[in-house]
């Protein structure tokens, strides 16, 4: 079978030398890949890397190889394209359609998924100019990754950083793995809440739960794929950022209940995938809590913690908003499922059967999903991406 043919695309930024790593993993998991940088990215990585990496020859305008007619066949014949870093000159010339080098050329000429991972200064992302380009460009189809936040070029912190190559990759992974489709969420805000929440009991205990997360993470990473803007509250994961995916840092089932409903307020879609505790401890030690010689712990008394699952979906932001949720049962699993969707009043509900070695912290998981007009939709063993994106499958199809 031929490679998938993916045109890594590399314009001016500092981040260029990030690439190479990108470009590594593409052609290590079996894609056939051609750089195109433009001339202002030579500066901080040369020709000769990307040759000697890539196994093809390397240039940034039109008028090598003319009888090959390359600013027309390289885009043809790509399978991807993906622009990493994308500077903000790169996406005001793609947004305008500008054809002055091999890589604007070939942007022009394919007719495959495209994915820009843009990387700048904060203000050059948050201007004006730049935002309503990327707008343009994900209104046409291509996916373009929210940047990361943090340390910038200089001594500058703030959004603009490109995201980890790995993340980059996984993004292209499987955006090839939808093929030629239109990005079905873009222009679409979704929240997901991922992991689990820790209720302190004192300052080193806390009760917890199993949740890893992982499912949580395949939503986020399968949702920007697919067109997303992504806010991810993640609960004590210890998981690699998503590429393109904002995410919050939550520790206990208050904080993540603020963050999903300050984040649900401009939502399309809520998905709730933590795990959060049912109940926290009453009091919180300030110091550790001691054993003492002859005498019985004291037992802990626990409150309940708010429902966030019934709150969003009870008191919805926006009356279209779409509020997903999930139930971890140990038995009767399909009978408690269809009970927490009544009692819940989320529109669908991911059943699946946990268990100390079931689903937590494992890649693949078993579910129902249980719609509210009555669906019901069965997900076979197998990755946890898969299962994400039956869910987004489902929620598509219920979005206006
Ligand atoms: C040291 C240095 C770092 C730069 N980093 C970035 C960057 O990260 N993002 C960006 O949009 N522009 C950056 N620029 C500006 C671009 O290189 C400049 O806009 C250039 O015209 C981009 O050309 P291209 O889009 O054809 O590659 C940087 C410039 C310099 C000198």
Redesign the pocket.
Known sequence: MDKPKVVLGV?????AYKACELLRRLTESGHDVRVVP????L?FVGAATWSALSGHPVSTEVWDDVHEVPHVRIGQGADLVVVA?A????LA?AAHGLAD?LLTNTLLTARCPVVFAP???TE?WEHSATQENVATLRRRGAVVIEPAVGRL?GVDTGKGRLPDPGEIFEVCRRVLARGPVEPDLAGRHVVISAGGTREPLDPVRYLGNRSSGKQGYALARTAVARGARVTLVEANTGLPDPAGADVLHAGTAVQLREAVLKAAADADVVVMAAAVADFRPAEYATGKIKKKDGQEPAPIRLVRNPDILAEVAGERARPEQIVVGFAAETDNVLANGREKLRRKGCDLLVVNEVGERRTFGSEENEAVVLAADGGETQVPYGPKEALADTVWDLVSSRLG
Request: hydrophobic residues 30%; proline residues 5%; without cysteine.
């Open positions: 314009s001016g930024g500092i981040a433009t001339e202002s990215s500066h870093p500077t903000a000159d790169m010339k080098d990387a700048m200064h050059m070029t």
